[in-house]
Every structure is written in structure tokens, then in C-alpha cells.
């Protein structure tokens, strides 16, 4: 595990029109890369993830967010693949987003900074690549928006990568999903502390924002299910909290407060309004005369993986582009996994899809 940052100084050139320069790109490393760089594995994050996406850092008590799937002996096998995880253009977490500085002003962009499309990270992502010496891919692999970003990469460069594996995601955002968005961008933009964007750096490491954090609650909502809510918490009181007092609260109420207060420290809240806008305006046939057209772009082998309870994006969404590609003679597999977890389910129950990863990676279907 190896933690780094790539610096760029020619300009990215965005979807929108406008120009990223010069930025920067965090990424960590898993394993070793062969003699023909024909091993490598490009793992994408979800809209709160990060380039930590395997393995304990010292002084760390939580591991990566994909520790179960990724190294040594496991089902990404860091001893067979070379793994490349990155952070996306916008976060906040270590590569160029609106809290950095504006070169040459030397103070954040913050609202300056440009609107960003999936299109964009992986563009960023593909420079990464070739900054490395890396210009073709074994696999892309990523979940909800990290499966937005292997979809991409298959329509965009469509003789990049082998093998794109997309979990919990979409050909599109889909009214419901952005609904749920909206109800984050409003608390955020509404709540005094956040001034407009034009708050300080780090204001919000101790206390948090309010806005983010009951933001953060709708997204939770959106990422589990009933099943899973009733399972976890039932109708259980907690315990000293009164029922008849009138910000009592059930178990399901406090898993919110705590979760959500704990992420809106951690996460920028500028941060969350370019990622949520970016998630929004996914849609694989935006450039191209029809989303037929996009799908027939793909030359990859395609596996697409949905999840039963997932109300965010929901499994005939996945479905849809299998049945184009089915319909074009072009290789794509498409699972449907039984699961009562919810959207999160791809980030939960590992064991119910990592057969299927690794039997992919390893050319067994």
C-alpha cells in the first residue's frame, strides 16, 4: 500500500468548456506491476469514498473502504494484480477540489470552481494513468458512482480496458435519485454557517455542518433499505430518552445523528455539492446521438451487478444496459444479487458478489 500524489500543470480540459490547471490527483498502489503492465486494476469511489481503498495505515483504527475485496490472497489479489485506486477531481481528499487554492490567486476557489462530470474524473484519471506509463487496463471496477465512472471509461475509451465491472449503479440519474440529492444541496446552501461557499478552510473540523450533516440523512435513507432499517433498529426506544419527551429518539434516529454529525467534520461541504452535481448529471449518452449509440461504443467485457433493495438505483436500471448489449451481440453478464441491505450493499455484503469479481478477473465467465 503506497500513498501518493501526482501533480499536472497542462490543463484539463472539461466537458463544460472550462479549463483545470494545474491540479492534482491523490491515488494509492496495491502489489507490484509486470514486465507488460498487463495486470492492472483501476478501482473507482462512491461520492464519500477515497483513494484509501484497501489496507490499515498506521495510527488508523478503520481500514479501506474496500478492504474485503482487495490483497494478498483475496478476491482482487494484490499479489497477482497491480490495484490503482484514486481519489476523483473534486473531493477532498487529497486531489484538486474547491477548497484548494486557485493558482495564481493563492486562495480557494470555492464557488469558482468548475462543474465537473464523471467525463472529467476519468479523463483526470486516464492522465494519472498515463503519467504512470499505464495505457491499458485488465479491469475497471467501481460501485454507485464508482460504477458510473467504469461505465464511462467503457463508452469513452472504449479499448482501454478489458474488463469493466459495475456494481449499483446506472446508464443515467434518475429523477428519484436526484430528489434525494436536492434535499443535501438545499440544507447545505441554506445553512447560515455556510456562508455562500465563502466560509475558511477546515471551519468545519471540529462542530461540523448542520446543513451536510442532515443532508447526509436523506443520502443515508436513500443508501439502506426497509428491510435492512427494520432489522438493524427496529422500533427500539433509546434507553434514556424519555418517550414522551419530545426529542426522544428511536435507535434509528440516533444512528442517524451520530453517522451524519460525524461525516459533515470530516467532508467539505463544497466538496459535496461538485460531487453531488457531478452523480446528477451522469448520463453515458450525453456527446453522443443516443444512449444505443453510447452502449454500442463498448468494446469491453461488461459485468453488471444490481442489488435487490437498492431504491437509489434500482436494478432495472442495470438491467436496461444488458439488454442492450445483448441485443447488439456485445459481451455483457448481468447479475441481480438477492439482498435485504439496500444501495450500501455493495460496500456491506461482499460475500454475495466476490465469487462473481473473481471469477471474471480470472477469465471464468
Known amino acids: 500500500m503506497k500513498k501518493q500524489i501526482a501533480k499536472f500543470t497542462k490543463p484539463l480540459y472539461l466537458e463544460s468548456g472550462r479549463i483545470l490547471e ?3 490527483i491523490a491515488y494509492e498502489t496495491y502489489g507490484k506491476i509486470n514486465k507488460d503492465a498487463s495486470n492492472v486494476i483501476l478501482i473507482c469511489h462512491a461520492l464519500s469514498g477515497s483513494a484509501h481503498a484497501a489496507g490499515v495505515y498506521e495510527g488508523d483504527r478503520k481500514a479501506g473502504w474496500w478492504d474485503g475485496l482487495i490483497g494478498d490472497g483475496k478476491v482482487i489479489d494484490t499479489e497477482k494484480y497491480f490495484v490503482i485506486s484514486t481519489n476523483v477531481i473534486g473531493s477532498c481528499f487529497g486531489s484538486t477540489g474547491p477548497m484548494d487554492s486557485d493558482y495564481p490567486k493563492q486562495e480557494p476557489f470555492r464557488l469558482r470552481f468548475p462543474v465537473l462530470t464523471i467525463k472529467d474524473m476519468i479523463k ?3 492522465n494519472l494513468l498515463s503519467k504512470l506509463g ?9 460501485g454507485s458512482m464508482g460504477g458510473m465512472q467504469a461505465l464511462q471509461f467503457a463508452v469513452d475509451y472504449p479499448n482501454f480496458a478489458d474488463k469493466i465491472i459495475s ?5 443515467a440519474t434518475q429523477p428519484w435519485a436526484i430528489g434525494f440529492n436536492k434535499v443535501a444541496i438545499e440544507a447545505i446552501r ?3 454557517r455556510f456562508k455562500d461557499g465563502q466560509y475558511e478552510k477546515d471551519t468545519f473540523k471540529e462542530d461540523g455542518l448542520d446543513g ?3 443532508g447526509r440523512i ?6 439502506l433499505s426497509p428491510d435492512s432499517m427494520n432489522s438493524k433498529f427496529g422500533r427500539n426506544y433509546v434507553n434514556n430518552d424519555g418517550l414522551f419527551e419530545l426529542f426522544g429518539r428511536y435507535e434509528v434516529e440516533r444512528y442517524m445523528e451520530y453517522n451524519t454529525d460525524n461525516f459533515s467534520r470530516i467532508f467539505d461541504p463544497l466538496s459535496y455539492l461538485y460531487i453531488v452535481k457531478a452523480i446528477n448529471t451522469f448520463n453515458l449518452s450525453r456527446g453522443y446521438d443516443s444512449l444505443h449509440e453510447a452502449i454500442l461504443r463498448i468494446k469491453a467485457k461488461v459485468t453488471l451487478i444490481s442489488f435487490s433493495s437498492d431504491y437509489l438505483f434500482f436494478p432495472k436500471e442495470m438491467k436496461h444496459i444488458d439488454d442492450m448489449m445483448k441485443r447488439n451481440g456485445q459481451n455483457s453478464d448481468y447479475y441481480e444479487i438477492d439482498s435485504r441491505y439496500g444501495h450500501d450493499a455493495f460496500l456491506v455484503e461482499l460475500d454475495k458478489f466476490s465469487n462473481i469479481i473473481k471469477d471474471k478477473l480470472n477469465n471464468k465467465g
Do not use: W
Request: hydrophobic fraction near 40%; charged fraction near 10%; proline fraction near 6%.
Open 134 to 142: 499505464i495505457h491499458h487496463l485488465h479491469a475497471i471496477i467501481g
Open 212 to 214: 451536510l450533516a442532515i
Open 22 to 24: 494545474p491540479y492534482q
Open 190 to 192: 441554506r445553512d447560515p
Open 167 to 171: 456494481l449499483a449503479s446506472t446508464y
Open 124 to 126: 483526470a484519471q486516464k
Open 218 to 223: 436523506a443520502g443515508h435513507i436513500s443508501y
